[in-house]
């Protein structure tokens, strides 16, 4: 198959939506249908820093180097809405369907973007952390709170309704990778290899698990 944007450079991503692939290039997403039939192809206005697709309302969030966030219809690429983040946008976008969210880390905090169409205001909150983000930028949710992983060491809770935050929890190492949520615990791998399970009512540690490496 040629390739739908011939100067867009590496992939960066692949993401799958129902029977569509969704391929992110250098500065493009592209849609292809399960046989692999080219859909649509859209380009951003910068390179293509991250995405996310939102299943529940047919769209997929991309966001740029220039800290441009667009929506676009899944079914044909069309830019449903806009908005320009603040400086320092990172890696680690995450849609909390169940909350109509997208999560966007940034520098020392995380902003909550309103994914319905037409929002009286798009920032739904902010909430600043006690210090910057772990590498992986990565953030985990269970529908109620957002689960974030702080340097060097430390995994913090904020309530999706406001931002305020729940609890914070030492990991007792750094974090080796983003949190998970899995039944009814908090996943936090540490760089040592153990992976710490905590409540997620309180941030209480439940019990850790010895993995054998470091979590990647």
């Known amino acids: 198959v040629a390739p739908l944007v011939a100067d867009a450079g590496a992939v960066t991503a692949v993401a799958f939506a129902g029977d ?8 493009a997403a592209s ?3 399960g046989s692999a ?11 293509i820093l991250d995405q996310a697709a939102d299943l529940a309302g047919a769209q997929l969030l991309v966001l740029d180097q220039a800290g441009q966030l667009s929506a676009l219809r899944l079914s044909n690429g069309a ?14 976008l995450a849609v909390v369907a169940a909350a109509g969210l997208l999560l966007v880390p940034v520098q020392g905090a995380v902003e909550a973007v309103d994914l319905a169409l037409n929002p009286a205001q798009r920032l739904r909150w902010m909430a600043s952390l006690p210090t910057g983000l772990d ?4 953030l985990a949710s269970d529908g109620a709170k957002a689960y974030v992983s702080l340097s060097p060491g430390a995994l913090v809770a904020l309530s999706l309704a ?4 729940s609890w914070q929890q030492d990991l007792g190492a750094p974090a080796g990778a983003g949190p998970a949520v899995f039944g009814d615990g908090v996943y936090a791998p540490r760089e040592d290899g153990v ?3 905590l409540d997620p009512a309180n941030g209480s ?10 979590a990647l």
């Open 20 to 27: 569509e692939r969704l391929v992110v290039f250098d500065a």
């Open 205 to 214: 540690l439940v019990r850790d698990l010895l993995i054998g490496g470091p």
């Open 195 to 197: 992976v710490r399970v």
């Open 79 to 92: 830019v449903l809405w806009q908005a320009q983040m603040p400086a320092g946008a990172q890696v680690g």
């Open 135 to 138: 590498a992986s930028g990565r």
């Open 37 to 47: 039939v080219p859909l649509w192809s859209w380009r951003a206005a910068a390179p």
């Open 31 to 33: 849609a292809l249908s």
């Open 162 to 165: 406001d931002g305020s935050q």
